[in-house]
């Protein structure tokens, strides 16, 4: 059996609404900004799909995978997997968006697992998700996102 | 805006020696991280708190089990402010230079 033992954690704290966090994850014209990706489903509930699309003219796939657990504005659970890597089942991870009003601050938790351990993917989220988030939270409090 | 409790939370070496063991093996119960530190489980236990608290590391609960997890997100964010927008052009122009003249003298 492939081994999918690797996870991480991410939180931050971001001064905002429970709902503009989760907007900011499923509305591509919000991430396009802090992401320089899109975040693109029909409708976000659970056996839909999404991708995650480069906001340039290329318009490239980057990942893709399909919901499976949607409680807006509280929770996401999606899988996920490079677009190259659609049809190979043991490529997919899951990523747990967890939103939580703290007083006036949102607490917003990525746990991504199942991830095979010394993959790319494994290698490309761990500098990928620091970077999308710090720029998440500046977008969401300054309405500026980072330079990604 | 918590610059303060990381800036702290790192100015330890034995907090940053917990960061380092989370980093080479990510999601580890107190039990593992007092095994791999030679210090009593008190103090352990103290040290994960300030780092908890400064969102340098978060928990998740597993069953029984609590683990830890090194949480970049707060590092991101001061190597963004305190160090990025000092060290271009000119940490790289200093860093070519001294490529230079230490080249110049073998």
């Known amino acids: ?36 990706h899109e975040n693109v489903s029909d409708d976000w509930q659970p056996g839909s799909e999404w991708q995650n699309i480069k906001a340039n003219e290329t ?16 929770r996401l659970v999606i899988s996920w997997a490079n677009e190259s890597q659609k049809y190979d089942p043991d490529q997919y991870s899951r990523v ?3 939103i939580e009003q703290q007083g006036d601050m949102v607490k917003l938790t990525v746990l991504h697992d199942e991830l095979q351990p010394g993959s790319g993917m494994l290698k490309g989220i761990s500098e990928g998700w620091p970077l999308v988030l710090s720029s998440m939270k500046s977008f969401l409090e300054t309405g500026q996102g980072l330079d990604l | 805006m918590d610059d303060d409790k990381v800036f702290k939370a790192l100015a330890d070496p034995n907090r940053r020696q917990l960061l380092d063991r989370l980093c080479e093996r990510n999601g580890q119960t107190l039990g593992q991280l007092c095994e ?3 210090m009593k489980r008190q103090s352990v236990t103290q040290h994960l708190g300030l780092l908890e608290q400064a969102n340098v590391i978060s928990t998740q609960r597993r069953g029984r089990e609590k683990l830890h997890f090194i949480n970049p997100v707060p ?12 060290e271009e052009g000119r940490l790289a ?7 230079e003249l230490e080249r110049n003298e073998k």
């Open chain 2, 93 to 99: 122009l200093l860093h070519d230079l001294k490529q």
């Open chain 1, 96 to 98: 747990t968006y967890d």
């Open chain 1, 59 to 74: 318009r490239t796939v980057e990942l893709v995978g399909k919901v499976i657990e949607s409680a807006p504005p509280k």
């Open chain 1, 1 to 36: 059996m492939t081994d999918k033992s690797a996870s991480f954690v991410y939180v931050t704290f971001i001064r905002t609404t429970p709902e503009k966090v989760f907007d900011a994850i499923t509305r591509p014209e919000i991430s396009r900004h802090y992401w320089g």
């Open chain 2, 75 to 86: 590092l991101y964010e001061v190597y963004e402010r305190w160090i990025r927008k000092f």
């Open chain 2, 36 to 38: 791999a530190m030679d």
